[in-house]
């Protein structure tokens, strides 16, 4: 999973009600102290999505044969994949790719020895424990290009907002500490921001 870091600008003076609000515009001039507080909250999760990238690489002489045994071999490997029970709306085609291979030798002009035809999909599992027999699959129906997994959740933005919450009545209560040492009381937010997504064991969020 993601973390971020939000950063809150707090005004510690006017009676007002407190509200909090996001502001990209800089921040209006107002009497009192302003007090800037930077903040973090957490929520974790157990990974349940894992994401893999499989493909197929043919080569053949000409353009038309590397492109026909690449769509024959990539049609295997898709079978495959419904026969396992992946839904269509978790196989995503990523690239699909047609070169030219030459021969280099000194003193000669490159020679046209054939092409090569690349088709790679993205493909989440929703089912982790069933990865391992999946790829074996995979792999015996053609797929010559692996990559993965990598684990995520599903609903990334259910738990990036529980967060951000967090972060937020965190930075409420350090911004009420130092007003109070102050002589001072929090009157409202002046702008809130959020900064620097980072992964932190792939199964926690930070804001």
């Known amino acids: 999973m993601k973390s971020m870091w939000l950063a809150l600008a707090l005004c510690a003076v006017a009676p007002t009600v407190a509200a909090a609000q996001t502001v990209q515009a800089p921040m209006p001039a107002f009497a009192g102290t302003r007090l800037e507080i930077s903040a973090t909250g957490e929520a974790t999760r157990v990974p349940d999505v894992a994401i ?22 990539m049609d295997r490997v898709l079978a495959a994949l419904k026969r396992a029970g992946i839904a269509d709306r978790d196989v995503q085609t990523s690239s699909i790719n047609l070169n030219p291979e030459y021969r280099y030798q ?9 092409y090569t035809a690349s088709n790679q999909v993205s493909i ?3 089912e982790i424990e069933n990865t391992g027999r999946i790829l074996d699959a995979l792999v015996a129906e053609g797929a010559n290009q692996i990559s993965g997994p990598t684990l995520t959740i599903d609903k990334r933005e259910a738990a990036l907002d529980e967060a951000r919450l967090k972060a937020l009545a965190n ?16 009157a409202r937010s002046v702008s809130i921001s959020e900064s620097g997504l980072q992964r932190r064991n792939r199964d926690e969020v930070q804001v």
Do not use: C, K
């Open 171 to 186: 930075g409420r209560a350090r911004a009420d500490v130092y007003a109070r040492a102050l002589g001072r009381r929090v």
């Open 106 to 114: 000194e003193n000669r002009a490159p020679e046209l020895v054939g």
């Open 124 to 126: 989440r599992f929703r």
């Open 52 to 73: 893999i990238s499989a493909g197929v690489v043919t080569r053949q002489p000409t353009a038309t044969a590397a492109i026909q045994g690449n769509a024959a071999q």
